[in-house]
């Protein structure tokens, strides 16, 4: 008498589908890359860059935990735990840092990011082109300057002595203005210095959004009697509003980066209270005290806050409606 066999468990048949789901998935994903090879092709660079100046070198961030010394390596170096992190948030030159930190990132917030998306919506007003290309040649050049050549730049416009603008300001008979030493102009000349660099060059994003937006809704609103103006307000944002939700949750995730380079030529002893941000405390620490493991701690925390930021307001883009970053 044959002996029946009873039916395979659920566990047996999800044990079953796994192995084959995941075969599944691979030669779907073999096959796109097969029929698209001359794309992953393209990308392959920019993939390669990603993983070996991005990926791997998390890995480091070990570091933090540990009293690390470059002759005992990483696997050698003893485990502390979170001693740096307790040194760090007790260290009274942590609240400087923070409220530095975060009263630069926030003028640039608030003053820097909409820049480009005003500028994006009047250049697309123009409706000649000449003009149109100058115009946008003349706010991308500045972004290919280098930061010594800008800092350069402010130091020949502001110096105290030979400064053109207190030249200006002596031939109207008014009194010199020491900017460059002066902590209350300090984050006001910094985020100037932004704005002049890198709107122009922010704009080009916008212009692509602004491109792809369907004419047929400027002809409505036109026969609606709706002027220029009024198309920009109930045309034209609402149609890069995704575009700008997404930016500025990327925005947020840079919160705590404040321009190194930039911050550091134009530091000096005067503005030292007002200047010294997260990005230059982990050089002047890290690389010039040689304590790697405490700057590590230090870049950590702040990698950590900007995480936080994205991922709050993603998740507040998605509430409100929108598609988000992921």
Do not use: C
Not at 104 to 125: A, D, K, Y
């Amino acid at each position: 008498m044959e002996q029946l066999q009873s039916p395979p468990t659920l566990v047996a048949q999800g044990a079953q589908k796994a192995p084959t789901a995941t075969r599944g998935r691979l030669g779907r994903l073999w096959k796109d890359i097969v029929k698209s090879k001359y794309l992953y092709l393209l990308a392959l660079p920019g993939i390669i860059f990603f993983l070996i100046f991005k990926y791997i070198p998390m890995f480091g961030v070990v570091v933090a935990f540990q009293n690390y010394s470059p002759i005992r390596g990483i696997a050698n170096s003893p485990w502390v735990g979170f001693q740096h992190f307790e040194r760090f948030f007790s260290n009274p030159d942590f609240l400087i840092l923070f409220r530095n930190t975060m009263g630069i990132s926030l003028m640039n917030l608030v003053f820097f990011f909409p820049l480009p998306i005003i500028v994006s919506l009047f250049l697309n007003e123009l409706r000649s082109d000449k003009y149109k290309k100058t115009i946008q040649t003349i706010v991308y050049m500045p972004h290919f300057m280098s930061w010594v050549i800008i800092s350069g730049l402010t130091f020949l416009m502001f110096a105290t002595g030979e400064g053109l603008f207190n030249k200006i300001l002596a031939s109207f008979g008014a009194d010199k203005v020491d900017v460059l030493s002066n902590p209350h102009l300090f984050w006001i000349m910094l985020t100037i210095q932004s704005i002049w660099k890198e709107a122009g060059w922010g704009t080009i994003i916008f212009l692509a959004a602004i491109a792809s937006v369907d004419p047929q809704l400027y002809e409505a609103a036109r026969m609606d009697g709706a002027g220029r103006f009024r198309q920009m307000w109930h045309v034209t944002l609402p149609a890069i509003r995704s575009t700008i939700v997404v930016l500025l949750i990327l925005r947020l995730g840079h919160i705590m980066d404040v321009g190194f380079e930039q911050i550091l030529l134009m530091y000096n002893g005067a503005v030292s209270s007002v200047a010294e941000v997260f990005d230059t405390y982990v050089y002047r620490v890290g690389v010039q005290q040689a304590q790697f493991s405490y700057s590590t701690a230090a870049g950590l925390f702040k990698s950590v806050i900007g995480l936080v930021l994205v991922i709050v307001a993603n998740k507040l883009a998605k509430k409100f409606g929108e598609e988000g970053v992921y």
